[in-house]
């Protein structure tokens, strides 16, 4: 099946692969914790709420998932990197994750009609003649037969590929990215800056930091909040899920068509296009005419029958839209460079254009959809507005059951856990959490950091039920059952975590010191920044280029180092600057600046990137979401070939 898309990422969603490059970060970690074993030699490899996942469509994807990387290794890919990659392992994730995105554009109420489905078939290039025209019914018959794929299961990927790119429409337009956040993303991508420094390690230090006991009682004293043991509050709680909630919610064909015809100026748009494409930027290694010759590598790839998702991401220099097979959505006029809009507004769909010169590069462009000015067709919106409408409706069922329960046990009484327990025996959509002890400040486990709640629950008395209270996952009743008090320790109590604290400032401030009266030497003329690095017996360290992210080989993730180099012009020594290691001074040896004109140019194409990065925090949030909701398990047939594959023993099937 995953040859089947990555053959046809036209029609399918590139928010597979977002979900397939993100879950393959946590497979190797999550993998036994999310699920259960069910069954002997099913001929299913995962059940996703009421849904199966076939053993055939994972042993698809495991075969197509090794097939790519062994184009990938070459010679190099040998049966311990195979276990070492755990390929079934991610094979499984990835059908489950995909089986989860189209169970969430069912219940958006996504469709795709047959028409829609014979249109895709009829628009892929492989099945068009000279002329454009559909090849003919025995043509698609020896295609499928190339395939060995039965004309209803190819259709059938065509059909839920349409719908995830509705989803993916839908997701996308939930999303709002400030021009804040667009030129913080640009800068950081374009502002660098490259140093060389040295670093004191504080450890190195440690004979001279010791404190005594006497030390130890002053920073106890002077540090109190530090060691101070806080209020902390038992609790339970009931939880009234929005997950769950909306399984008794309804939005109907009516409703959303009755919303679509009272609101037209929302869904009225300028004319506009969707596209595609891969970037080939010219560099100092790369001129023009290497950026074509790139490209037309690129471009003959595809009409040799690649996907062009899989080329772009292989090819493309387009950060925002390489990991998403070179799609750039639907955009109007005036949000691209002139060369690009003109050629994008002009082609036909469906045919490849390139290369296209712009002060980016040279782009290969493919058009894969238009739409006029004027009122969008129903039919486009319409997964939109029911999400809208469900997710309101959700919001506001979920509010009122809260309050119901609130006035059924009447809140500021007094209340037992065995009452709250008879609540989630009759209603499907509350639960009964009972988390550990827990501060105000502290995150607050089963809800994370929901600062009003911590508020309602250190303000009510023991045994008392407290106002419901809306948290991420819907709304929150909470009964406190203990408080303990907050009180100072005695040394004695912490006299460990206070040495450790009082010895570790002293290090720290001993590195800062003797880096701050290096630095006054520079200042001061008297010594050069490699003199002050032969004094302190330092190796010097280049850095290499970085940008304002924060991350600076040798020095890791040092966001402060980061921005001072940044402010600094090219020559200018800083310092000291601390880190988890020690104290640093450091020299700027290059830098490029901000430019506001470029960022004019870019803005765009930087939106676009910031969106994608936005749209894959959405999905992932999504999808460990989903599965926390959907009872979600695992065929012992498929466990045991994955156990037998990380054992690194012939897998059978």
Request: glycine share 8%; proline share 4%.
């Amino acid at each position: 099946m995953l040859k089947v898309f990555r053959d046809n990422l036209k029609y399918l969603s590139w928010v597979l692969w977002i979900v397939v490059a993100v879950f393959i970060l946590f497979v190797f970690v999550d993998y036994g914790s999310a699920g259960r074993a069910i069954g002997g030699n099913a001929n299913w490899a995962a059940r996703v709420g009421n849904e199966e996942v076939s053993f055939d469509e994972f042993r698809y994807a495991h075969r197509s998932l090794e097939q790519r990387f062994r184009q990938a290794y070459g010679e190099q890919f040998t049966a311990e990197l195979a276990t070492q990659l755990q390929l079934p392992q991610q094979a499984l994730q990835q059908v489950v994750d995909r089986k989860i995105m189209l169970l969430e554009a069912e219940a958006l109420g996504i469709h795709v009609s047959d028409e829609e489905v014979r249109d895709a078939i009829y628009e892929m290039p492989w099945l068009q003649d000279d002329q454009g025209n559909f090849v003919g019914k025995e043509e698609y018959r020896k295609f499928l037969e190339r395939r060995r794929q039965p004309a209803d299961a190819f259709e059938k990927d065509i059909r839920e590929g349409l719908k995830l790119d509705r989803l993916t429409d839908v997701l996308t337009a939930s999303l709002y990215i400030p021009d804040e956040q667009v030129e913080r993303s640009y800068r950081e991508q374009i502002e660098r800056a490259a140093i060389r420094f040295v670093q004191l390690p504080a450890a190195s230090l440690q004979d001279e930091a010791k404190a005594t006991r006497e030390e130890l009682k002053v920073y106890l004293e002077e540090n109190p909040e530090d060691f101070h043991l806080p209020e902390r509050r038992k609790i339970a709680f009931l939880l009234v899920d929005n997950g769950r909630v909306r399984n008794e919610v309804v939005v109907d064909d009516a409703e959303v068509r009755e919303y679509y015809d009272a609101n037209p100026d929302e869904f009225t748009q300028e004319e506009q296009v969707q596209a595609r494409h891969i970037l080939v930027r010219t560099t100092d290694e790369l001129d023009l005419e290497g950026a074509k010759a790139k490209l037309a590598e690129a471009r003959a790839r595809i009409e040799a029958g690649e996907g062009f998702a899989q080329v772009a991401g292989d090819v493309s220099d387009d950060p925002g839209s390489a990991g998403r097979g070179g799609h750039l959505g639907f955009f109007g006029r005036g949000r691209m460079t002139p060369e690009f809009e003109k050629a994008a507004f002009e082609a036909p769909v469906g045919e490849l254009i390139g290369p296209i010169e712009t002060p980016f590069g040279v782009h290969l462009l493919e058009v894969t959809g238009k739409l006029p000015d004027g009122l969008q067709e129903f039919e486009r919106v319409e997964a939109r507005i029911r999400s809208r409408l469900l997710s309101e409706r959700v919001v506001s069922a979920t509010e009122e059951k809260a309050n119901a329960v609130a006035e059924q046990l009447q809140v500021g009484s007094t209340v037992t856990v065995e009452q709250l327990q008879e609540l989630t025996e009759t209603e499907d959509a509350i639960s009964l959490n009972q988390p550990d002890p827990f501060g105000q400040e502290d995150l607050i486990p089963g809800l994370g950091r929901a600062p009003e709640f911590s508020n309602e629950v250190f303000s009510i008395e023991a045994g008392t039920l407290g106002q419901p209270i809306k948290v991420p996952r819907g709304y929150a009743l909470p009964l406190v059952l203990e408080v303990m008090e907050p009180r100072a320790p005695q040394l004695s109590e912490v006299e460990a975590k206070v040495r450790q604290a009082a010895e570790r400032a002293n290090r720290q401030q001993l590195a800062m010191d003797r880096i701050a009266a290096a630095k006054a030497d520079i200042d001061a003329g008297t010594k050069t920044f490699d003199q002050v690095a032969e004094e302190l017996e330092l190796t010097i360290e280049e850095s290499g280029e970085f940008g304002g992210g924060g991350a600076i080989q040798g020095l890791g993730f040092s966001p402060r180092i980061s921005e001072a180099a940044m402010s600094l012009d090219q020559g200018a020594i800083a310092g000291p600057y601390g880190t988890t290691q020690g104290a640093v001074l450091f020299e700027v040896t290059e830098r490029t600046q901000y430019d506001p004109t470029a960022f004019a140019e870019a803005k765009e194409q930087t939106r676009r990137s910031v969106e994608g990065q936005e749209l894959q925090r959405l999905l992932v949030s999504l999808l460990q979401q989903r599965r926390l909701e959907l009872d979600v398990s695992y065929s012992r047939r498929v466990q045991d070939m994955i156990t037998q594959s990380n054992e690194g023993t012939p897998a059978a099937g």
